[in-house]
């Protein structure tokens, strides 16, 4: 029974005041806006859109941005009910333990730190390579790497984290004007991309808009075996295919990666100034605006080049259709593009990293000890340095990028808990003011088998690291967090 405890809303609330564990309200609408835009508007809608085109889904890409879009909406409203009725840090995990136990709280709030430490770690990792590139271009020559003894050490991603550690522990304020201005510059070059690609537009490059089904190709993570391929098709022993339908839902549980980060926003929900009006505004205002520049770029990246060229390339992205109509410059301005966007993108998820962790620290299932906020800037100092850390140890020393497919899963698991939760939320809460999810129970629920539906499309390698990593977690679980939770102490 101890894993279905749950705590009431007073309790979140009375342990966000708590003296010593405090953050400080200062964030706006605008602000929730630019913060789901910086990570959204990021790395995914340069090169993920190009990928799921070529590997899945051809034109009809397109359908797999609505699909996720249409997906993360439903959810990401679930989010907004739980953020302006209980605004606490935390995000799922803390919505979680409200509703549905304190044992399944637990394992979302280890699979959100997957989902936002791996994230961090590929981006920055990602970072460093871009950093790379565009000094090349223009005429400089920098290494990747630098060499101590037997490592090797990719020495970008250790300077952009400890870059944006170090604005995180001046204040969230700080770190979110520069957080504005990047956003806003990164959007700008994206308007520029959708004006350029427009102009190179061929329709006939439209045709067939639902490529035909076939045998997969090895590339791009699409294998034959089983291993490669989606869940659902090894589940019911669907023969391995590339394209047609099931091609675009494919591309959506891809694509997915490329809304990431309303769910990092609603971790913020503690620092909001009136969040009853503000978080639900700010979440769903954010994602319109993402929905709309994603679809004005895979339009011009799926007109400009035939869908079988960007499933020729090693890494497909828009770079890769602007070279191949000879507009090799807007390609630079595009690296330019993709550099600041992963910027924002790293300082989103270090922030919403350590906020999912001082949850867990105020409740007790990590130690206490490490879950304080400085007493002048009221940001968790400790927690930003440790995730710092990890996040610079495992881009600068790993092949992290192998686990880009988990940050999906991770994220589309806590969603459909959300979903759920937040029906939960209105029977033990029915007297909140706050902003209401229309249709319920319809809306949720659709929500939560959406998410459920994509998850099955993921390979079944990622299902299997998926349930390892889990299976860690209910050991840390059982070991120290059921024994000193907060309310096993009560």
Same mark, same amino acid.
């Given at each position: 029974?101890?894993?279905?405890?749950?705590?009431?809303?007073?309790?979140?609330?009375?342990?966000?005041?708590?003296?010593?564990?405090?953050?400080?309200?200062?964030?706006?609408?605008?602000?929730?806006?630019?913060?789901?835009?910086?990570?959204?508007?990021?790395?995914?809608?340069?090169?993920?859109?190009?990928?799921?085109?070529?590997?899945?889904?051809?034109?009809?890409?397109?359908?797999?941005?609505?699909?996720?879009?249409?997906?993360?909406?439903?959810?990401?409203?679930?989010?907004?009910?739980?953020?302006?009725?209980?605004?606490?840090?935390?995000?799922?995990?803390?919505?979680?333990?409200?509703?549905?136990?304190?044992?399944?709280?637990?394992?979302?709030?280890?699979?959100?730190?997957?989902?936002?430490?791996?994230?961090?770690?590929?981006?920055?990792?990602?970072?460093?390579?871009?950093?790379?590139?565009?000094?090349?271009?223009?005429?400089?020559?920098?290494?990747?790497?630098?060499?101590?003894?037997?490592?090797?050490?990719?020495?970008?991603?250790?300077?952009?984290?400890?870059?944006?550690?170090?604005?995180?522990?001046?204040?969230?304020?700080?770190?979110?004007?520069?957080?504005?201005?990047?956003?806003?510059?990164?959007?700008?070059?994206?308007?520029?991309?959708?004006?350029?690609?427009?102009?190179?537009?061929?329709?006939?490059?439209?045709?067939?808009?639902?490529?035909?089904?076939?045998?997969?190709?090895?590339?791009?993570?699409?294998?034959?075996?089983?291993?490669?391929?989606?869940?659902?098709?090894?589940?019911?022993?669907?023969?391995?295919?590339?394209?047609?339908?099931?091609?675009?839902?494919?591309?959506?549980?891809?694509?997915?990666?490329?809304?990431?980060?309303?769910?990092?926003?609603?971790?913020?929900?503690?620092?909001?100034?009136?969040?009853?009006? #503000?978080?639900? @505004?700010?979440? /769903?205002?954010?994602? +319109?605006? $993402?929905? =709309? !520049?994603?679809?004005?770029?895979?339009?011009? %990246?799926?007109?400009?080049?035939?869908?079988?060229?960007?499933?020729?390339?090693?890494?497909?992205?828009?770079?890769?259709?602007?070279?191949?109509?000879?507009?090799?410059?807007?390609?630079?301005?595009?690296?330019?593009?993709?550099?600041?966007?992963?910027?924002?993108?790293?300082?989103?998820?270090?922030?919403?990293?350590?906020?999912?962790?001082?949850?867990?620290?105020?409740?007790?299932?990590?130690?206490?000890?490490?879950?304080?906020?400085?007493?002048?800037?009221? #940001?968790?100092? @400790?927690?930003? /340095?440790?995730?710092? +850390?990890? $996040?610079? =140890? !495992?881009?600068?020393?790993?092949?992290?990028? %192998?686990?880009?497919?988990?940050?999906?899963?991770?994220?589309?698991?806590?969603?459909?808990?959300?979903?759920?939760?937040?029906?939960?939320?209105?029977?033990?809460?029915?007297?909140?003011?706050?902003?209401?999810?229309?249709?319920?129970?319809?809306?949720?629920?659709?929500?939560?088998?959406?998410?459920?539906?994509?998850?099955?499309?993921?390979?079944?390698?990622?299902?299997?690291?998926?349930?390892?990593?889990?299976?860690?977690?209910?050991?840390?679980?059982?070991?120290?967090?059921? @024994?000193?939770?907060?309310?096993?102490? +009560?």
């Amino acid at each position: 029974m101890q894993w279905l405890r749950t705590k009431t809303v007073a309790q979140a609330l009375a342990d966000a005041d708590e003296p010593g564990r405090q953050l400080k309200r200062t964030l706006g609408t605008f602000d929730l806006i630019i913060l789901g835009m910086a990570v959204a508007v990021g790395a995914g809608i340069f090169s993920v859109g190009a990928r799921a085109a070529g590997t899945f889904a051809g034109p009809a890409v397109i359908f797999s941005f609505i699909l996720a879009a249409f997906t993360c909406a439903l959810a990401i409203m679930c989010y907004a009910e739980f953020a302006s009725n209980v605004p606490v840090t935390g995000s799922a995990y803390t919505y979680t333990y409200l509703t549905l136990g304190e044992g399944l709280a637990w394992i979302i709030g280890w699979n959100l730190l997957l989902e936002m430490i791996s994230a961090a770690a590929v981006i920055a990792k990602y970072w460093g390579i871009y950093l790379s590139a565009v000094f090349s271009t223009a005429g400089v020559d920098i290494p990747q790497t630098l060499q101590l003894g037997a490592l090797s050490l990719n020495w970008g991603p250790f300077f952009i984290v400890a870059v944006f550690t170090g604005l995180l522990i001046a204040g969230t304020q700080v770190s979110a004007r520069v957080n504005n201005v990047f956003t806003l510059v990164k959007i700008a070059i994206t308007l520029f991309v959708i004006v350029v690609g427009f102009t190179y537009m061929n329709p006939d490059h439209f045709t067939p808009f639902v490529p035909p089904a076939q045998p997969p190709v090895v590339a791009h993570g699409v294998t034959g075996d089983a291993w490669g391929q989606p869940m659902l098709a090894w589940l019911f022993g669907a023969a391995p295919s590339q394209y047609g339908w099931l091609g675009v839902v494919s591309g959506a549980a891809l694509v997915f990666f490329a809304f990431l980060g309303f769910d990092v926003v609603a971790t913020s929900a503690e620092e909001v100034k009136d969040p009853q009006r #503000t978080l639900p @505004r700010g979440i /769903l205002g954010g994602l +319109a605006l $993402v929905t =709309v !520049l994603y679809i004005l770029v895979t339009l011009a %990246l799926t007109g400009m080049v035939p869908y079988t060229e960007l499933a020729k390339a090693e890494n497909p992205s828009l770079a890769t259709a602007f070279i191949a109509v000879g507009a090799g410059w807007a390609a630079q301005v595009i690296s330019v593009g993709v550099l600041i966007g992963m910027t924002t993108v790293v300082m989103v998820l270090l922030m919403g990293s350590s906020r999912v962790l001082l949850a867990l620290c105020r409740d007790g299932l990590l130690p206490r000890s490490w879950g304080v906020t400085s007493s002048t800037r009221k #940001t968790p100092v @400790r927690l930003q /340095l440790a995730v710092g +850390a990890v $996040v610079a =140890v !495992l881009a600068g020393f790993t092949k992290v990028e %192998l686990l880009e497919e988990m940050i999906n899963i991770g994220t589309l698991s806590a969603f459909v808990l959300v979903s759920l939760g937040v029906l939960v939320l209105r029977r033990k809460n029915p007297q909140a003011r706050g902003y209401r999810v229309p249709l319920a129970p319809a809306l949720p629920v659709l929500s939560a088998l959406l998410c459920v539906y994509l998850m099955l499309n993921l390979t079944t390698l990622t299902w299997l690291r998926f349930v390892g990593w889990m299976a860690l977690g209910v050991l840390i679980y059982v070991g120290y967090g059921m @024994r000193h939770s907060r309310l096993a102490q +009560a």
